[in-house]
């Protein structure tokens, strides 16, 4: 039963444009938000996350926003560039703070 | 170098061998956690440890698959008898703490195994 779900497989923008990454979560009880961002062939690096008491955190061209009435946040990258082409990780912490769940990703490609 | 250093970065076994994977987490870090990244999947959570302790090992399979975290040295995790199926990036991240407000953890780059 996945718990954290992003539903797009992948998705393609050109550059300069917005990117828009979408994540569906089930559990209630999570207090923080994740976005992880991952180039082939290394590990995953943080990119920017957002505790469940807010709507919105922002950090240069990246925006997180959380909607809990629909379980729904989403990573807003503008202007997009070709070097954000990577596969994204959304991930949730519960409030135990034991680990990380990860949803399975969406491949991002910024074309120029 | 202060990052997560895994060892080695590839490993290749046949069916029946052990694999042994090396995890030193960043200096001051002293929690770490075990996720594996199978083909076309996400990262799914395997183990997470303390000095000595295991905290927390929902996501290990209950056969072959083991790991510690020894007061001195790395973390281990340890797959006895492979098979095709543990095919796998396996990743390890750490932490200073479960105080660490934003649950964010530092990943290395992966023990890419392939079971022959």
């Known amino acids: 039963d996945q718990q954290v779900k992003q539903n797009s497989p992948s998705l393609s923008v050109q550059e300069g444009r917005i990117s828009i990454l979408n994540c569906d979560y089930t559990?209630?009880?999570?207090?923080?938000f994740l976005w992880y961002k991952k180039y082939p062939a290394e590990g995953p690096t943080f990119l920017i996350s957002i505790s469940s008491i807010k709507d919105k955190n922002e950090d240069g061209r990246f925006t997180v926003f959380l909607n809990k009435s629909a379980k729904h946040l989403s990573l807003h990258i503008v202007p997009s560039q070709p070097g954000d082409s990577a596969v994204y990780f959304c991930?949730?912490?519960?409030?135990?703070?034991?680990?990380?769940?990860f949803g399975k990703g969406t491949t991002l490609s910024v074309s120029s | 170098n202060a990052g997560v250093m895994q060892n080695p970065r590839h490993l290749v076994r046949r069916r029946g061998q052990e694999a042994r994977l090396r995890c030193s987490p960043m200096?001051?870090?002293?929690?770490v956690y075990w996720y594996r990244q199978l083909p076309e999947e996400g990262l799914k959570f395997m183990v997470y440890l303390q000095k000595e302790n295991i905290i927390d090992e929902s996501g290990m399979p209950k056969e072959r698959f083991s790991a510690e975290f020894p007061k001195e040295g790395p973390s281990i995790l340890r797959i006895q008898q492979v098979v095709r199926g543990d095919s796998a990036a396996y990743f390890c991240a750490s932490s200073p703490g479960t105080s660490v407000s934003t649950g964010e953890l530092f990943f290395g780059e992966g023990s890419r195994l392939t079971v022959l």
């Open positions: 991930a949730a912490r519960d409030q135990a703070g034991t680990a990380l769940i």
């Open positions: 559990n209630s009880m999570f207090d923080y």
């Open positions: 200096k001051g870090h002293s929690h």
